[in-house]
């Protein structure tokens, strides 16, 4: 019974005292789908994309500390990729994607006064919803898995609002897009075509701590 009483108090305590972390901000990233890459490439005849492709991302972060040097956090990323052009004088091609992104996180804080460093990785659950057009449009979804690692800086702007700049490396296994059962096919490398890219982002946000 005193144990059960020690370990409430200390969960009282924990939450009490924690600390919370919101985040949000816009970014860029750069990554690398050598399947999409080839496919694109196969498809269209003269406007290749390159090795890495940039997309848009917008993010939502809130973390929690745990102890002033150890913080679990959560994020929700919507990155978005697009790429169109002429298809061989028949029409317009284009496909996009729309890739969410939500992680589970674990950080390494160094605080101190005016600025905060975090040092972190995390991994979850991925959802491609991607359109392709070739004179008609089709929709095509995947799910699948992904890792990551941070570092990510704070800067205070006053007592409780920061500004915020991170890089993130992204290891995202979203697996091959299907309609109905229906995947996309790359006749010339004779195989489905897969989501999964390795990329790095640059964020630029504001912070808000609670409890600082």
């Known amino acids: ?68 040097k150890f913080q679990m956090g959560f994020e929700y990323v919507y990155s978005l990729f697009s790429h169109n052009a002429p298809l061989g004088g028949i029409g317009q091609y284009d496909i996009t994607y ?29 959802y491609v919803d991607l359109d392709e057009k070739i004179l008609a449009s089709v929709n095509y979804t995947s799910s699948g898995f992904g890792l990551l690692a941070r570092v990510q800086a704070h800067t ?20 091959e897009v299907a309609n109905n059962g229906n995947k996309i096919y790359n006749k010339f490398f004779e195989e489905n075509v897969n989501i999964n890219s390795l990329s790095i982002s640059i964020n630029l946000g504001v912070s808000y701590f609670i409890g600082n």
């Open 1 to 68: 019974m005193k144990r059960l009483i020690l370990v409430l108090c200390l969960i009282v305590t924990i939450k009490v005292n924690a600390q919370y972390d919101i985040a949000a901000g816009m970014g860029i990233s750069f990554i690398n789908n050598s399947s999409l890459q080839d496919y694109i490439n196969s498809t269209l005849s003269g406007d290749e994309v390159s090795t890495f492709n940039s997309a848009f991302e917008v993010f939502l972060e809130t973390d929690v500390s745990l102890t002033p």
């Open 98 to 126: 729309a890739h969410h992104k939500p992680s589970v996180l674990a950080y390494y804080v160094i605080p101190g006064r005016g600025y905060k460093f975090k040092f972190g990785a995390g991994a979850g659950y991925r």
């Open 156 to 175: 205070a702007l006053s007592s409780s609002f920061f500004a915020n700049i991170g890089t993130t490396l992204r290891y995202d296994l979203a697996g």
